[in-house]
């Protein structure tokens, strides 16, 4: 992909689980609602291959539709106390941010933008950012299509004025992936969220790494 280090001008970042580390959040969130709604109660370490293997959805099958519109109202309640961006991360993107590319996020936790702008700060990534976005389909949303990121994706090659062909979507799990495919983006899967490598291959991004720690290698950025 190194021929795309003078195509492409933006940058579209995921946050959990591509940025930062919420792994123990995830499962809090998760856990919390399936006593809720009365379902498995499962530990860590079968949360983990269960996601691993994109397999949670088998056991919030029948609560689904009103399951995760609800858990990304809440993520953003359950702050962990040791999250933290992952490894290289930071500098990654201050040598992204150096080589002049514009640099956005976007969350499918439905809440205020400006309440992940101050998360982002807290953990370091302040000033890096040319545009924070949260989850702007309506809280109504059900099932998957509160997932979708299309939308968000297509606000910002809008406000930025370029063509999806000059964009890299960047996220850990295959919504990302597929958001970024539908508009013509070029999409890098990440490997640090704990999804499966085949799992992630199969939706074909157009390259994967372990982490974003790793895209200026891969890009030849130096």
Not at 30 to 49: C, Q, T
């Amino acid at each position: 992909m190194e021929n795309l280090r003078d195509r492409v001008k933006l940058f579209i970042f995921d946050l959990d689980g591509t940025l930062i580390d919420t792994s123990d959040r995830f499962y809090n969130v998760f856990m919390f609602l399936a006593e809720k709604y009365g379902l498995k109660k499962i530990s860590r370490d079968e949360f983990r291959v269960l996601y691993k293997n994109n397999r949670l959805g088998d056991i919030i099958l029948q609560v689904k539709q009103r399951f995760l519109p609800e858990f990304l109202q809440i993520y953003h309640e359950f702050k962990g106390a040791d999250e933290k961006p992952f490894e290289g991360v930071v500098e990654a993107l201050k040598l992204l941010k150096y080589r002049k590319y514009l640099l956005s996020v976007v969350t499918g936790r439905i809440i205020d933008s400006e309440l992940v702008r101050l998360e982002l700060e807290k953990h370091g990534l302040n000033g890096l950012f040319d545009e924070i976005l949260a989850n702007n389909l309506y809280s109504k949303s059900t099932g998957e299509e509160a997932l979708q990121k299309t939308r968000s994706f297509k606000l910002l090659i809008e406000k930025f004025n370029i063509k999806p062909e000059e964009c890299v979507v960047v996220g850990d799990y295959v919504t990302d992936i597929l958001s970024g495919k539908r508009l013509g983006c070029w999409t890098i899967g990440v490997l640090s969220g704990g999804l499966d490598y085949n799992i992630l291959r199969s939706v074909h991004p157009d390259a994967i790494v372990l982490s974003v720690k790793d895209i200026p290698s891969l890009l030849k950025i130096i």
